[in-house]
């Protein structure tokens, strides 16, 4: 099924859940300036192709493997970037925007959006209220670390960044399966696009349980695209 990105998700995603009177400075998390306010591009020299496989696993589907990728071209002016995203193929591929003068890798909020999609048609419930739940997380829920990670046979530094939306939702009764997701993100400058990857799991019950459902993005690596 093919769907197109909601232009609100950014909005929902960025914006600080605190309330403030007029004029208050606002402020945010170290989970959001991370996430959605670092130029994760920056130093990306165009153009370049971002490849990602992505696969789904666990016991509630069929799993797949596919991939994502984020074409980047020089702007106007020569720097880096306009991106256009193709994510998933065929009867799964998510129709994503293009995103001229990217400074952040929409792959994130590529993979939200499929992620919250997968959440409505898995429960019935509203996209909204994910979206919501998702923001609430990053914004007063994350916890940020330190973390070392294994691209292309080397060890690099980077953060990160885990939360876990649906734990305290006042409608976690009506998708109580999927209460336990646990999101995880894994940053490094020292990858292309700053982006290592991106896995939810939710935990079957019972402490030998296999996972649920389990969705992971990761970077295979950057190259110029094809001509």
Do not use: W
């Not at 995603?13 to 403030?20: I, Y």
């Not at 919250?116 to 994910?130: C, D, P, Q, Y």
């Not at 209460?179 to 019950?205: C, D, H, W």
């Amino acid at each position: 099924m093919r769907f197109a990105v909601a232009a609100s998700l950014c909005a929902l995603l960025v914006s600080p859940l605190a309330s403030r009177a007029e004029g208050e400075k606002p402020d945010f998390s170290v989970a959001e300036r991370l996430l959605f306010m670092t130029p994760q591009l920056q130093s990306v020299q165009a153009p370049t192709l971002l490849r990602y496989t992505f696969s789904k696993a666990g016991s509630l589907e069929e799993g797949f493997v596919d991939s994502v990728t984020v074409g980047l071209s020089a702007k106007a002016d020569g720097s880096c970037c306009d991106a256009k995203g193709a994510f998933l193929s065929g009867e799964r591929k998510l129709q994503v925007p293009d995103v001229p003068a990217a400074a952040g890798n929409p792959v994130i909020l590529y993979f939200l959006e499929h992620d919250v999609r997968e959440m409505k048609r898995l429960t019935g419930g509203s996209e909204n209220h994910f979206r919501k739940r998702l923001r609430m997380a990053v914004y007063q829920g994350a916890e940020v670390r330190d973390a070392t990670m294994r691209y292309q046979g080397r060890t690099v530094k980077g953060k990160e960044i885990v939360f876990s939306p649906f734990l305290d939702d006042p409608n976690r009764p009506r998708y109580e399966k999927f209460a336990k997701k646990n999101y995880r993100f894994l940053l490094s400058a020292a990858v292309p696009g700053g982006v290592y990857g991106i896995r939810t799991q939710i935990q079957g019950e019972g402490l030998a349980a296999k996972p649920l459902l389990v969705e992971e993005l990761l970077i295979e690596g950057a190259k110029a695209p094809a001509r």
